[in-house]
């Protein structure tokens, strides 16, 4: 197998990959949106509780102590109160790990999109085909913006969360008694 043959083979099977990274990143924009709107109606429910889980935590009460919502991580402590301190950050993770998977593959898959139609961008210029040339960087730039955009609406969210969950964790070590 010659060196050449194994280069345009690899340049086809790269332009394979463009439909299904265009169609991911797609879907990706439609759940960072729906995750967005999840994470302020969660901020609301959260905002309304605030007093009656702050209320909880002072009196540091186990047995008068019920779920609020907004507080995920809570409420798994307060349906198994003899959880382990490893099943709560297990619980923790899990609460936020399509956020932060999402917002790291996100740019990833940006720059693949960007960087497969780079190759017909090069071989219109070779040709002298400015039409050709402007079709592929439209595509590239628009990948990679999406990707960003898509990074960029799930970072927040995923941040704020991350501190949720801390607080949560040492208010339940507040409960706990420890």
């Known amino acids: 197998m010659s060196?050449?043959?194994?280069?345009?083979?690899?340049?086809?099977?790269?332009?394979?990959?463009?439909?299904?990274?265009?169609?991911?990143?797609?879907a990706l924009v439609v759940y960072a949106l729906f995750m967005f709107g999840r994470f302020s109606s969660q901020y609301l429910l959260r905002k309304k509780a605030r007093l009656a889980y702050t209320?909880?935590?002072?009196?540091?009460?186990?047995?008068?102590?019920?779920?609020?919502?907004?507080?995920?991580?809570h409420n798994y402590f307060i349906a198994n109160p003899h959880a382990s301190e490893d099943e709560l950050e297990v619980v923790a993770l899990k609460?936020?790990?399509?956020?932060?998977?999402?917002?790291?593959?996100?740019?990833m898959l940006g720059l693949i999109a960007?960087?497969?139609?780079?190759?017909?961008?090069?071989?219109?210029?070779a040709d002298g085909n400015i039409q050709g040339i402007s079709e592929n960087l439209i595509i590239a730039f628009a990948?990679?913006?999406?990707?960003?955009?898509?990074?960029?609406?799930?970072?927040?969210?995923?941040?704020?969360?991350?501190?949720?969950?801390?607080?949560?964790?040492?208010?339940i070590r507040k409960l706990k008694g420890q």
């Open 95 to 107: 609460e936020l790990e399509n956020l932060r998977v999402v917002t790291r593959i996100a740019p």
């Open 114 to 125: 960007t960087m497969i139609p780079m190759g017909p961008a090069l071989q219109a210029l």
């Open 143 to 171: 990948a990679v913006i999406w990707g960003l955009v898509i990074s960029s609406i799930t970072f927040w969210p995923a941040s704020v969360k991350k501190r949720w969950c801390a607080n949560e964790l040492i208010n």
């Open 3 to 26: 060196i050449q043959l194994l280069e345009i083979t690899m340049a086809e099977a790269a332009e394979l990959l463009m439909a299904p990274v265009i169609v991911i990143i797609c």
């Open 55 to 73: 209320k909880q935590i002072a009196a540091a009460d186990m047995n008068n102590a019920s779920a609020q919502p907004g507080y995920p991580i």
